[in-house]
Structures are given as C-alpha cells and as structure tokens.
C-alpha cells in the first residue's frame, strides 16, 4: 500500500471525526503520481468536505484541528524493498513524528498512519 493511499484514507478519516484540514504535505519522489493532489481533492469532496484544502512540503503530512486538539500524522507506505529498507523506512516516520512536537494552545496528538502488513507490525511488537 502505498504513501499516496495512507495519506488520502487518513484524511478521509480525520474529516469523517469532524476534524478541520490545514495542511497536507503530497508524497514526492520514485513511484508518486503528480496527480496525487486532484485526487485527495476529488476523494475529500466525494466525502462531502468543502473547505479548502492547503498543500505543503514543510510540515507532517497532515495537520487538522477540531476546537479542542491539534493533530500531526506521518503517513508511511510499503514498498517492495528488503526487510531491511521497509525497516529504516518504518524508523524514520517514527523519528519524523517525534520531531512535530512543540507548543500548542490545544492538546496535541501525534500519530503515525501506517498499513496493517507484517513488516511494519513487527516493528512494532519490537
């Protein structure tokens, strides 16, 4: 499962909880549609979100608030790579979420969307 579909299934989610996009950090790179941005526009719409949707590259890739918390998500996809690749892969999105941390007027929640597949659950079990 790729980034591109954790990213749009997580937004999908967070809006359906009632929760406020403000920005969305696309997938770039090897295997990334360019296209990515239409569909989470189309698929958000679809869900019946009109507000507009602010896209990033310097920030988790997604941050929504409601009036009580602020959330920050790092999406991680699986790729076809080594044990080995999907491991650091795994690593570094925790690393990422760790480092959204900082002040907030409202509760903070930090969170990482990843596949249910084997790789990443022994990761975790670890």
């Avoid at 989610?13 to 929760?19: I, P």
């Avoid at 569909?39 to 941050?63: H, M, N, P, Q």
């Avoid at 602020?70 to 999907?86: A, D, S």
């Avoid at 491991?87 to 907030?104: C, H, I, K, M, Q």
Wanted: glycine share 6%; with cysteine; hydrophobic share 40%.
């Amino acid at each position: 499962m790729l980034e591109n579909t954790i990213l749009v299934k997580t937004t999908k989610w967070l809006v359906s909880k009632g929760y406020v996009l403000k920005k969305i950090s696309v997938p770039r790179g090897k295997g990334y549609n360019r296209d990515i941005k239409s569909v989470i526009e189309i698929e958000l719409k679809d869900a019946g979100y009109t507000e507009r949707i602010y896209f990033s590259s310097d920030s988790a890739d997604i941050i929504a608030e409601n009036k009580d918390e602020i959330w920050k998500v790092e999406c991680k996809g699986i790729g076809f790579g080594k044990t080995q690749t999907n491991r650091n892969n795994f690593d570094r999105a925790l690393a990422s979420v760790v480092t959204y941390f900082n002040e907030e007027a409202k509760q903070q929640v930090l969170a990482l969307a990843i596949p249910n597949v084997l790789p990443y659950l022994q990761q975790l079990l670890h």
